[in-house]
């Protein structure tokens, strides 16, 4: 199985505010890579495919690069709407393994 | 537009088998490239992926439940239904499908999720 680790597990951060997050995969997965962000009792939000190609109606202050082992999701200036929790998820292979989750938190 | 909801006993006993059917719309189960999952997450934990069917019937599943896991589909009906064996107190979670399009095996439409609990 490919490992997902994202550091940090959490983060307290500002609105206004520019963070970054990182993914790394046990082993390389090409672009493979997705991001999800879960607000508490909300279902997980599709936000990033292909590493850095944004879902339809994201706002462009998420971005996400990397490739083979190495990923990041950045926000570039917090918005109160975004403190939540952010996963990513590898679908270079079954099982399609997610990440352990970053809180993002005022 | 896709819609997914899942549907199935909110308390189960432990060792019973657990049936939960994914209800779905906005998609053909038999279109090219098209898969619906299960992912699990219990309170306060993270997102599990446990299962994957195709539209070839195609199945994969998660190493650490293959044993206990078994997944169909039934295109007429735009169901999938996920059936897992011998549940135990730790199988406690909300429960979601998920839809899966090409090109890639990420999902972008989710169920609302169910709660299972596992208690006696």
């Known amino acids: 199985d490919i490992q997902m680790t994202q550091s940090p597990s959490s983060l307290s951060a500002s609105v206004g505010d520019r963070v970054t997050i990182t993914c790394r995969a046990s082993?390389?997965?090409?672009?493979?890579l997705a991001w999800y962000q879960q607000k508490p009792g909300k279902v997980p939000k599709f936000l990033i495919y292909t590493a850095s190609i944004l879902q339809s109606g994201v706002p462009s202050r998420f971005s996400g690069s990397g490739s083979g082992t190495d990923f990041t999701l950045t926000i570039s200036s917090l918005q109160p709407e975004d403190f939540a929790t952010y996963f990513c998820?590898?679908?270079?292979?079954?099982?399609?393994?997610f990440g352990q989750g970053t809180k993002l938190a005022i | 537009q896709i819609t997914l909801k899942e549907s199935g006993p909110t308390l189960v006993q432990p060792t019973q088998t657990l049936s939960l059917t994914c209800t779905f719309s906005?998609?053909?189960?038999?279109?090219?490239?098209?898969?619906v999952a299960w992912i699990r997450q219990s309170p306060g934990e993270a997102l599990e992926w446990l299962a994957i069917?195709?539209?070839?019937?195609?199945?994969r599943y998660s190493p650490s439940l293959n044993s206990r896991l078994t997944i169909t589909k039934d295109t007429s009906k735009n169901q999938v239904v996920l059936t897992m064996t011998n549940m135990d107190p730790v199988d406690t979670a909300t429960y979601y499908c998920?839809?899966?399009?090409?090109?890639?095996?990420?999902?972008?439409?989710w169920g609302q999720g169910t709660l299972v609990i596992v208690s006696s």
């Open positions: 998820q590898q679908y270079e292979s079954a099982p399609y393994t």
């Open positions: 082993q390389g997965i090409s672009n493979s």
């Open positions: 906005g998609f053909s189960l038999s279109a090219n490239g098209m898969g």
């Open positions: 069917i195709f539209w070839d019937d195609i199945k």
């Open positions: 998920a839809h899966r399009g090409p090109p890639g095996s990420y999902f972008d439409d």
